[in-house]
């Protein structure tokens, strides 16, 4: 079962090699499959499945239970409005409501242009900016209904820094081949590591 | 600046500089304050220096010297909490959480964009005084940009030697691995923090074991410290226990973060003196929130994110102490104050809080998973206009299944409501149940008016209709 890339396969098994458990690179190997497609297609979980050496079924449960993994193609920019308290408190509701005027689409649907989802979010941790919306989880603050038509307006345009959806972090971690310690499987490590004294006596 | 209320303060996005002593946020005024360059240039990773000179032993000590309380919301000492790995058990994991979803939490992401390097200092400082041989440092789904700060600085870092193999030419060897979450409130609980990590549906574990540090991740000794608590590591070591234990009180020395949102002037994230600032201090000093907006009057605040029972006018007196505030119903949870001001519609306000356990109910716990719903329900019904009297009721009764007995909550002295003391009894594996009933109880027990208010147009006393939409 063949889903990710030449370039994104090698990168899967880098990020495997990390963890002492191979299942543990399941969620990150989601957010590589989002990455690749802008969502989580059946292909890629039969795949993720296979290189972690479990079932497709298990990456199913694994996958379902995440909120930001989607399973059917979302829009290219999905808008999350925040509707928890400090955003309640500040506007949020008619925030999402004329969201959902401008877009002509329910929270949870997506324009017929295939451009924008809108998701009604929990708590973005930008509280004191009340309130506030992500774009593909990039911040814009104390947005007015004024402030998200020109959000929307910009998102239009090629003008903007915010990646098509599934992209997150846009720097990945490398680590240098003689600097990598190495992740061995819990049953094969034994001993206290070198700098402790005492393998024995804790302290 | 003056001091009349409704005079405008200037908006400062985010962190908000004041006179207090600044431990963590020492180098948020740099423009660069992320790069290994400024970290280096202010004393960066020379704490890690000196914990390589001392032994393990004498690294764990300085920090069980100091009290520091964990800042992810249990607020257990740090030091105590290392000292639970069981002896001779290999390998030991750190795992960091950098989960931050609780609401009106708004510090850890702060932490990572700013400083990354401080935190990862404070990991490795970490793992060599507990053994951990290897860290996981989880961050939240939602925060690309604090996934890319960390990222480059773990680059910088291991290529400049401090992370890998043999630390600045010593025998302490660590790799620290970057890991996502995917968007899960209930991951930021410990156990289910390490069931995410081990690529499973994000379900707390059954207790006990109640710390991880005896059985955690892949059933090995495991430390979970927050993002804050770990960025305290460097200066500790920098400075000396003795140092850090004389800012604050006995009890919780040290700075916390503590970001306040809602109504009041000038919202934003507060570097405060635990144990001593008040309530009072932080919501009304000129320097830092500058009192109620508009010239209003406070009605209500949440004192310790949205899992903490609410707080009224009478108890702005009580300090950043959990000591204090315990026996006064509520907690300090994760540092976030949520300020209600007197246009505040209070069953609408505790509904969102609601909605947003209810929803983020991992539905491993029947209590929970059923009851939060129900709360959610009822609620909704009751703000919508269509609630009845016998809803008001009903609400309690739910809430008693997913946390039986007195349920704690604030004094009101001039309604005659006394307190009742934290924590909480409880039917589920972790806090997410009793969270989605603290707001409605809080609400109703507080501001029973304006719920009777509510319901008495309400004329059905059945409980069939359920209709939401908020």
Known sequence: MKFFSDENLDLAQVIINRYPKPRSAMIPLLHLAQEQAGWVT??????????????????????????????????????????????ALMGARELLEHAERRLGVKAGGTTADGMFTIEGAECQAACTEAPCLQVNYRHRYRVSPD???????????????????GVLSRVRQQIPEDRFVGAEPPQDVVSAPVWMPDAGVDQ | MTSRAGTPIPHAPGFVANDTPRIVTARFD???SYTIERYEATGGYHALRK???????????????????????????TGVKWGFCPPGVWPRYLV??????EPGTYKDRLLMELDPHQLIEGCLIACYAVGLSQCFLYIRGEMPVAQERVAAALNDAYAAGYIGKNILGTEFSVDIILH????????????????SLEGNRGYPRLKPPYFPASIGLYGQPTIVNNVETLSNLPWILEHGAEAFTAIGTESSPGTRMVAVSGHVRRPGVYEIVNGTTTFRDLLYNEEMCGGIRDGNQLKAFVPGGGSAPWFTPDQL???????????????LGSGAVMVMDETTDIPAAALTLTKFYAHESCGKCVPCREGGTWLEQILGRVVNGRGTPRDLELLMEVGQTISPGDFPHAAVASKGIEAVPFPYQMTTICFVGPSAFAPVHSALTLFPEEFEARVAGGESDTISEVAVDV
């Not at chain 1, 979980?45 to 059917?72: D, H, N, P």
């Not at chain 1, 402030?147 to 959806?165: K, Q, W």
Request: glycine share 10%; with cysteine.
């Open chain 2, 96 to 101: 960091v959480n950098g989960d931050e979803s």
């Open chain 2, 30 to 32: 740099h423009e660069d």
């Open chain 1, 42 to 87: 059946d292909d890629a979980m039969a795949q993720i499945a296979e290189l972690v050496g479990t079932t497709s079924a298990e990456v199913l449960g694994t996958c379902s239970f995440y909120e930001m993994f989607k399973r059917r193609p979302v829009g290219k920019y999905v808008i999350n409005i925040c509707t928890t308290m400090s955003c």
């Open chain 2, 51 to 77: 914990a390589l000179q001392q032994t393990p032993e004498e690294v764990h000590s300085e920090v069980r010297d100091a009290t520091l309380l964990g800042r992810g919301g249990a607020g257990f000492p």
């Open chain 1, 147 to 165: 402030r998200f038509d020109s959000i929307v307006d910009e998102l239009s345009t090629t003008g903007h820094e915010i990646p098509d959806h």
């Open chain 2, 317 to 331: 007196d009580l300090p950043f102490e959990a000591n204090q505030v315990g026996p006064q119903g509520s907690m």
């Open chain 2, 180 to 195: 996502w979450g995917a968007g899960a409130y209930v991951v930021g609980e410990e156990t289910a923090l390490i069931e």
